[in-house]
C-alpha cells in the first residue's frame, strides 16, 4: 500500500504544481477570453480584421447618408436633376461591396480550413457527451473515466461555480492533440473558448476536431447544444501540464480509474450462491 501511496502522491503534486493560470468567462467582460490555441489566436485576429472592416463601413455610410441629407435636402435643392442613372457609380457601389466580402472571405476560408483539417496528432482524447455530464477515453493511455459537475455543496474555495467538475481533463502542453466526439442519447456540445473548439457530439456519428494548448493552466468549457433540462450542468474542465507532468498523471491515473471501474463492477454483480 505504501509503494502505490507515494508515485500516487507525487503525480498529483506535480499536476497541482501547475501554475493556476485559468481562462474563464468574467463579469462584465468585454470580447473573448484570452485564447490558449493557434485556433483560438487566428480566430481573434480574424474577429479584429472583420470588426475592423465593420467600423470603417458604418463610418463611411453614416457619412455618406448625412452628406446625401445635407447636400440635397428641399431648402439646398428645390430643382431636383432629372437624370435616373450613372453607369460609373452602379458599377461601383456594385464591385465595392463585393471587394469587401472578398478580403473578408479570404481570410474566412483560411482559417476554416486550418480549424477542420486535424493535424498530424501524438495523442487521441475521445469526448462522449451523455444527459447529462461527459465521459473521457485516452486510447492512448489506456485511461477512461466520467466527468460530473461538482455540486455547490461540495465546492472548494479553488473551485468555480457551475464550470468545475470532480475529474479533471489532464492534457499535455504543446502536443497537438485529436480530438472525437459522439454522444450515446441526444445531441450535446463540447465547447471550450479558449481554444477556440465548439463541435457537435451525435449519437451515432463520430466528429473530430483538433487542439494544441499554449501553455498550462485551467481551461472551462460548458455543452453549448440545448440537451434537455439539465444541459446547464455538463461543464468541462481541463488542466493543462507539460508533457512530464501528463505522462505522470497517466501512469496514475491509468490503476486509478480502473481501480474504481472495478469496485463499480462488483458492487452491480449479482450475488451468487
Known amino acids: 500500500m505504501r509503494g502505490t501511496s507515494l508515485p500516487l502522491l507525487a503525480a ?86 463585393a471587394i469587401i466580402l472578398a478580403v473578408i472571405a479570404v481570410p474566412s476560408f483560411r482559417l476554416l480550413y486550418f480549424m477542420d483539417r486535424v493535424q498530424d496528432a501524438d495523442m487521441t482524447l475521445k469526448i462522449i457527451g451523455h444527459q447529462w455530464y461527459w465521459s473521457y477515453e485516452y486510447p492512448d493511455q489506456n485511461v477512461k473515466f466520467d466527468a460530473m459537475m461538482v455540486a455547490d455543496a461540495d465546492l472548494k474555495p479553488e473551485q468555480r461555480r457551475l464550470l468545475s467538475t470532480d475529474n479533471e481533463v489532464v492534457l499535455p502542453v504543446g502536443v497537438p492533440i485529436r480530438l472525437q466526439m459522439t454522444a450515446d442519447d441526444v445531441l450535446h456540445s463540447w465547447a471550450v473558448p479558449a481554444f477556440g473548439v465548439k463541435t457537435d457530439a451525435v449519437p451515432g456519428r463520430l466528429n473530430e476536431s483538433w487542439v494544441k494548448i499554449n501553455q498550462p493552466g485551467i481551461y472551462y468549457g460548458q455543452c453549448s447544444e440545448l440537451c434537455g433540462v439539465n444541459h446547464a450542468y455538463m461543464p468541462i474542465t481541463i488542466r493543462a501540464v507539460p508533457k512530464e507532468q501528463f505522462q505522470a498523471w497517466a501512469d496514475d491515473a491509468r490503476s486509478r480509474f480502473a481501480r474504481i471501474t472495478d469496485d463499480t463492477n462488483l458492487a452491480a454483480a449479482p450475488a451468487t450462491r
Open 12 to 97: 498529483l503534486l506535480m499536476v497541482a504544481a501547475v501554475p493556476a493560470l485559468a481562462s474563464e468567462p468574467l463579469p462584465w467582460a468585454i470580447g473573448f477570453q484570452q485564447g490558449a490555441s493557434p485556433t483560438m489566436e487566428r480566430i481573434t485576429t480574424l474577429s479584429t480584421i472583420v470588426n475592423g472592416v465593420i467600423v470603417v463601413v458604418v463610418i463611411l455610410v453614416t457619412a455618406l447618408v448625412a452628406y446625401v441629407a445635407w447636400r440635397f435636402n428641399a431648402t439646398r435643392n428645390p430643382v431636383p436633376a432629372t437624370w435616373s442613372h450613372n453607369t460609373i457609380l452602379e458599377i461601383a457601389w456594385t464591385a465595392i461591396p
